[in-house]
């Protein structure tokens, strides 16, 4: 059974470009979140998606913007990118009818922006 | 306030100590907890979780949640070198369509062999 899988692993842009990142859930699972993770940070939320939908979001701005598609996979797409942009980005899926909300991470993205 | 409050470490234990992580919250309305254990350049993994107050065991992990005092543990007995990582605790409210993880710092771990 393949868990959660990401891609690129790693990905190099300069300010102002676009990037689109991709993530695929682990089987059976239906819902995924995006994180962005700082180097010595916690995770911080960005949003979830379930049945093709943002269904939550957190303190970011419109720049950040997902897509789930109908297999479940998703992407998360960053316009105008800033150099703080340049993070780990976790993908996490999670079954919608579980009782607790026990989320399974991929690998992350490394984006660097310069 | 941050509603999760997770002291940093770094945390550097001899191999075959007992360590114990710790996580306070504000947000009383949270019901799920779990710990991640994530390694360098890597995601998190999933450790533990427990709902409500109480202890769960799972090997040589031990999860203890304190509602009343909102207050969560993790102790990690015999460690090893291998269980060098951070260590993230994370909480959720599960009501509804709100299921949004909310996370500490994370606990920065060395194990020295």
């Known amino acids: 059974d393949a868990g959660v899988t990401q891609s690129p692993t790693h990905l190099i842009k300069t300010r102002g470009q676009q990037v689109t990142l991709r993530c695929s859930p682990k089987?059976?699972?239906?819902?995924v979140s995006w994180y962005q993770q700082a180097l010595g940070q916690g995770p911080q939320f960005i949003f979830q998606?379930?049945?093709?939908?943002?269904?939550q979001r957190g303190n970011f701005p419109d720049r950040f913007s997902g897509h789930q598609f109908p297999n479940y996979s998703s992407e998360l797409n960053v316009n105008a990118l800033l150099l703080g942009d340049s993070a780990l980005y976790l993908c996490?899926?999670?079954?919608?009818?579980?009782?607790?909300?026990?989320?399974?991470f991929g690998p992350g993205t490394r984006l660097t922006v310069l | 306030q941050k509603e999760v409050e997770q002291d940093p470490g770094p945390l550097s234990v001899p191999e075959g100590a007992i360590v114990s992580l710790n996580c306070t919250y504000s947000?009383?309305?949270?019901?799920?907890f779990m710990w991640y254990r994530q390694y360098s350049r890597k995601g998190p993994e999933l450790l533990m979780y427990?709902?409500s107050s109480g202890n769960k065991e799972d090997g040589r992990f031990t999860a203890q949640v304190d509602k009343s005092s909102k207050y969560i543990s993790l102790f990690i007995r015999d460690s090893q070198p291998s269980d060098s990582a951070t260590y993230l605790c994370?909480?959720?409210?599960?009501?509804?369509?709100?299921?949004?993880?909310?996370w500490g710092l994370g606990t920065s771990l060395a194990v020295n062999p």
């Open positions: 994370a909480m959720s409210v599960h009501a509804g369509n709100n299921r949004k993880l909310i």
């Open positions: 947000n009383s309305a949270f019901q799920y």
């Open positions: 427990t709902y």
């Open positions: 089987s059976g699972h239906d819902t």
């Open positions: 998606y379930y049945e093709e939908e943002e269904r």
């Open positions: 996490a899926s999670s079954p919608r009818s579980g009782e607790a909300d026990t989320q399974y």
